[in-house]
C-alpha cells in the first residue's frame, strides 16, 4: 500500500489589470463561481466610482448570470463588457499577467501549506501594483 494525499485543495484567482495604469485587482477564493465573478466586477465599480470601465470579458460560463448581470445593471452604464472571441485567451491582457504570475511564483514551487502559497500569490500582486510600469510592459500596453 502506497499512501497517496486526499483531493488537492484548490484557490482560483480572480482578476483584472487596468490596461492604462498597470494596477491591479485580484481577489483568491475556494471557488471560482458566477458569486466570485460579480465580487470582483463590484470591487472594480467600487474602485472607480466615476467614469467608464471597459472590462474584456471572455465566454466563461461563470460570467453569464443574474448575480454577474444585476452587477452590470447597477452600474447604471459604467460597466461595459467587450466580449472577446472564443478561444482566445491571448487577447485578454489579465491572461499575460497569469502567465507571469505561474512563472514567478507556482512553478516548480512547493508551498508547505496552501496559506504559504496564498501569501506568495498576494505577494505577487502588491508587488505589481508597486512596479505599475512593469505590469504595463507584461501586458502589452505601450502607454
Known amino acids: 500500500m502506497i499512501p497517496t494525499p486526499g483531493q ?43 467614469g467608464t ?8 460560463s461563470t460570467h453569464e448570470d443574474n448575480e454577474v448581470e444585476a452587477v452590470v445593471r447597477a452600474a447604471a452604464g459604467r460597466l461595459v463588457l467587450l466580449y472577446l472571441p472564443t478561444y482566445s485567451p491571448w487577447l485578454n491582457p ?30 505577487f500582486f502588491v508587488g505589481c501594483n508597486a512596479q505599475p510600469g512593469k505590469v504595463l510592459s507584461i501586458i502589452g500596453s505601450h502607454q
Do not use: M
Open 53 to 60: 470601465i471597459f472590462l474584456a470579458w471572455d465566454n466563461a
Open 94 to 123: 489579465i491572461e499575460h499577467l497569469w502567465r507571469q504570475f505561474r512563472r514567478e511564483v507556482t512553478h516548480c514551487e512547493l508551498f508547505e501549506t496552501v496559506k504559504a502559497l496564498l501569501t506568495a500569490a498576494q505577494d
Open 8 to 50: 488537492p485543495t484548490k484557490h482560483y484567482g480572480i482578476g483584472a489589470v487596468n490596461y492604462h495604469s498597470g494596477q491591479t485587482e485580484v481577489i483568491f477564493r475556494k471557488r471560482k463561481r458566477r458569486r466570485e465573478i460579480a465580487e470582483l466586477l463590484q470591487r472594480l465599480v467600487d474602485k472607480h466610482p466615476t
